[in-house]
């Protein structure tokens, strides 16, 4: 299925870049958040994932200019109208949204790619913390869109590695190549197969509604940031593992080789890197079954992938647990976290038949914990990063 563009929000959206700017853009550019169907914290230890683009994006009308003035402002306005100079650029300097369209600009700096000063209106419908990566979903349009008009000719392989540049050094969180890769290079219909070590892909079908499933996604509203310790100390300890096991990064460590590792590591350093280990075979394992049997037959990896996030990883949150427990005891024939972790959202794969009842469940168990109020929503599998206009 794809996402059609709307053509008189895409229309509304230039003309309101017009009425604060002056003139029109010199384009709209489109790129989508993602879930992650499963391969977790796997991106960085050159491994696997199974990311998809969602039908939820980012959209950036952006005009360049002749000086180094940069002008942002969203839709949303919380931060009201951003002024930057382009030329001096700080890692670390920016707040808000605005660190992602900056933090790319930077990147193509440090490319050696000259980036002018340039007006930008953002408007996005994905949510903001939730673990759907509203963050790369802005960074892929913005790459798109300088990478086009500068006609730097950059693949979409080098853009994924200057947004993760962006995020690593300008914004400072320390994350891999998963979430721009499904937002820049997914397709409709399609989840995104990414080996991590060489960045290459293979569209696996994904088309749960074929099977009379949903792909339901549980937002718990509880907001988490990669650039907050826990996703850096994850990073850290599976740094350490692959150190002490000798291996240049944990991809080349397999399930025959755990017990050997459970006598070299440290128990948290051996639980951190089983979690590793185990995923990228899960990852291989779903992506063999989807590929045979269909949607219908990677629930129980989908539970497994959350048992290990859960307990090796230690990754998830009692929000997290209680919807994925929940969706689980009320039909969906697999769940789990989705993303880095401490928050976001959950996914659980639904028989339709069983839609409103793991809905209602969820939401009753929610109030009956005194958590706020989840957003369950669903999801397919979308259109990569474009220009609209
Ligand atoms: C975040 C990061 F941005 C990704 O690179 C990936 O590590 C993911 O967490 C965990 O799988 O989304």
Redesign the pocket.
Known sequence: MTSTPDAPAVSALSEQFEAAFGSAPDGVWQAPG?V?LI??????NEGF?LPFAIDKTAKVALRLRGDSQIRLLSTFGAQGLVEADAAALVPGSAKGWTKYPLGVAWALQQRGIEVPGFDLLLDSDVPLGA?L?S??AIESAVILALNELKEAGLRAEDMVLET?RA?NEFVG?P??????SASLRGSAGHAVFLDCRDQSIQLVPFDAEDAGLVLLVIDTKVSHS?ADGG?ASR?ESCELGAEVLGVSSLRDVGIGDLEEASGLLDETTFRRVRHVVTENDRVLQTVERLTSDGPGHIGLLLDASHASMRDDFEISCPELDLAVDTSRAHGAIGARM????FGGSAIALTPVRHEQEVRDAVVRAFEAAGFTTPDIFTVVPAAGATRLI
């Open positions: 993602r992650n391969g977790e914290h796997t991106d960085y994932v673990g990566s963050s790369h993760q995020e969180a994350t891999g190549i998963m979430d721009q990669h996703y990073r989705t993303g880095g972790g």
